[in-house]
């Protein structure tokens, strides 16, 4: 069954640097998401993306995170300039034209910042 | 916000019993989806179902939908330990738009 795949699975940064999360959507899947569950909370909508452009975004998606499909296959989370707070797993998902099978998940990578 | 709130947030019951989490939701919606999270992993999509249709059966698992009421239940029948995770409902307007999740209901199943 296809999967969603993110890497790393784990990563641990200092505060105020650069970190980026990959993902490897399905194929032939059109709408790309970034989601994050701070530990014990419930998971939050962080940005949506289609056709190349950000769709959507929530109000936790600032200026310090940026999102990108570089070669078509890859979509990648950037969080510039780390804090504390950014600790947390961070989903990415994706769906294809219809959505009768639901979002697949990746799963997840789990960010912590110190 | 169109976010979907579960209660109970935690329910315990031993194998074989039933387990209903319950959903409510704000504002009109395409469709309403069930996930389950496995402590510290993913999350796995188990059931969607549209804002038109009232009711549906996956296996062990009975969804139904209300949006009268702006609500909608999961059943879980004849529950297995390995049923033991989190289930979240999560709301959606229109196609390819964002899901918003709710704080989820954590079962524990136990032997």
């Known amino acids: 069954e296809p999967e969603v795949t993110q890497t790393p699975s784990h990563q641990v940064t200092q505060m105020g640097q650069e970190v980026i999360l990959r993902c490897v959507p399905i194929?032939?899947?059109?709408?790309f998401y970034w989601y994050r569950q701070i530990l014990g909370q419930k998971v939050e909508f962080l940005v949506s993306?289609?056709?190349?452009?950000?769709?959507?975004k929530s109000e936790i998606f600032d200026d310090q995170f940026s999102v990108e499909r570089p070669d078509g296959s890859n979509f990648t989370l950037k969080i510039r300039s780390t804090k504390l707070e950014d600790s947390a797993m961070y989903f990415c998902?994706?769906?294809?034209?219809?959505?009768?099978?639901?979002?697949?998940f990746g799963s997840g990578t789990r960010l912590t910042v110190v | 916000s169109q976010q979907g709130e579960e209660d109970p947030q935690a329910l315990s019951i031993q194998e074989g019993e039933n387990a209903t989490m319950n959903c409510s939701y704000k504002?009109?919606?395409?469709?309403l989806q069930w996930y389950r999270q496995n402590s510290g992993r993913g999350l796995v999509h188990l059931i969607l179902i549209r804002s038109n249709e009232r009711e549906k059966h996956s296996g062990r698992l009975r969804v139904t939908l209300d949006t009268s009421k702006k609500s909608s239940s999961l059943l879980i029948t004849a529950s297995r330990a390995a049923d033991t995770a989190s289930y979240f409902c999560?709301?959606?307007?229109?196609?390819?738009?964002?899901?918003?999740f709710g704080k989820g209901t954590t079962l524990s199943v136990s032997s």
């Open positions: 993306f289609y056709n190349n452009e950000i769709s959507e």
């Open positions: 999560a709301t959606d307007g229109l196609a390819g738009t964002a899901l918003i």
């Open positions: 998902a994706s769906i294809g034209r219809t959505q009768a099978g639901g979002y697949t």
């Open positions: 504002t009109s919606i395409n469709n």
């Open positions: 194929s032939n899947h059109l709408y």
